[in-house]
């Protein structure tokens, strides 16, 4: 909740085939961006988890450099429901020119709010004590040519093998060609999001399967009543749901500035879950 010397507020950046999606936007990001390389003109969504400051103060910011630079797309972003009602407030209170930017806002519940060919955003309710949203994003499966197999069959690349990939039947020199008989399937990879609140179904629900689980982990366990007097989980808590959803990877973030050392956190987590990480500023995941 309060930046540090070492650790700047919750903002997250999925980067994915010139997708660029930022998960919250807490006071700074626009410099931490420009730190990092990233031009704030690639933001091509951005989702909000719910309406703490330290989780949106950076808004105001990022959408007037964003349009100073000519920002040539629609801006899409999603929160909980308030989401419009708030951005009216903020644009009343800062002097902005609207229709230098296009910015279209939709507010969302539970379930499936994104889906094109490649990928899929889904959000669920966590508890917060305020109306907070946690976030995957989820890659379609995808068929990848075996090169040897399709040689076999005489098969080049062109419009028959992009037939095959989107898992058509074709016939070449008068045979019959399965997808199955020259390309294999490569499962979609997921990254869930979630951010400020107490363990939930919902937190569990969405984190299952991940391959990455980006969660917070405000307090080590000695602090439970702690964290939950606040609506905030604790690093074992964050393990726990990581162990019992299947996933592969976790990563431990929003944690209390109370902790000049993360690794009595990251060993809290490590009792149960041994595939675990403290996030850091400008750290990157390669997935």
């Known amino acids: ?3 540090t ?19 919250d936007c807490g006071e700074g990001t626009q410099r931490q961006l420009t730190l990092a390389g990233i031009s704030a003109s690639k933001i091509t969504k951005i989702l909000i988890t719910h309406w703490h400051g330290d989780h949106v103060l950076g808004l105001p910011g990022l959408i007037q450099t964003m349009a100073a630079q000519g920002y040539e797309k ?50 669920a309710e966590l508890e917060h004590g305020i109306t907070c949203l946690g976030y995957s ?22 419009p028959l093998l992009g037939k095959i990939q ?16 020259v390309s ?4 979609g990879r997921k990254i869930t999001f979630v951010l400020d609140t107490l363990p939930s179904k919902n937190a569990y629900g969405l984190a299952k399967d991940s391959d990455i689980l980006v969660c917070e982990a405000t307090y080590e366990s000695s602090l439970e009543e702690k964290g939950e007097s606040y609506y905030h989980m604790t690093a074992k808590q964050a393990a726990s749901i990581a162990n019992k959803a299947n996933v592969k990877k976790l ?17 809290d987590a490590k009792d149960i879950f041994d595939n675990v990480a403290c996030a850091y500023d400008f750290m990157k995941v390669r997935l």
């Not at 989107?166 to 008989?181: A, L, R, S």
């Open 137 to 158: 994003f989820i890659e379609k499966d995808r068929r990848r040519i075996d090169l040897s197999k399709a040689k076999k069959f005489g098969l080049k690349e062109g």
């Open 1 to 3: 909740m309060v930046p």
């Open 184 to 187: 294999y399937v490569v499962e």
């Open 74 to 123: 629609v801006l899409e972003i999603y929160g909980p429901k308030g989401t419009k009602d708030r951005f009216e407030h903020m644009f009343r209170a800062f002097e902005f020119e609207r229709d230098r930017i296009k910015i279209k806002i939709t507010e969302i519940k539970n379930g499936i709010f994104f889906e094109n060919d490649e990928y899929s955003l889904e959000c």
């Open 166 to 181: 989107n898992g058509e039947i074709v016939v070449f020199n008068k045979k019959k060609i399965k997808p199955d008989d």
């Open 5 to 23: 010397k070492e650790r700047n507020h919750t903002s997250i950046l999925v980067s994915f085939k010139g997708n660029h999606i930022l998960v």
């Open 251 to 267: 990563i431990l973030t929003h944690i209390s500035a109370r902790y000049k050392d993360y690794k009595k956190v990251e060993e």
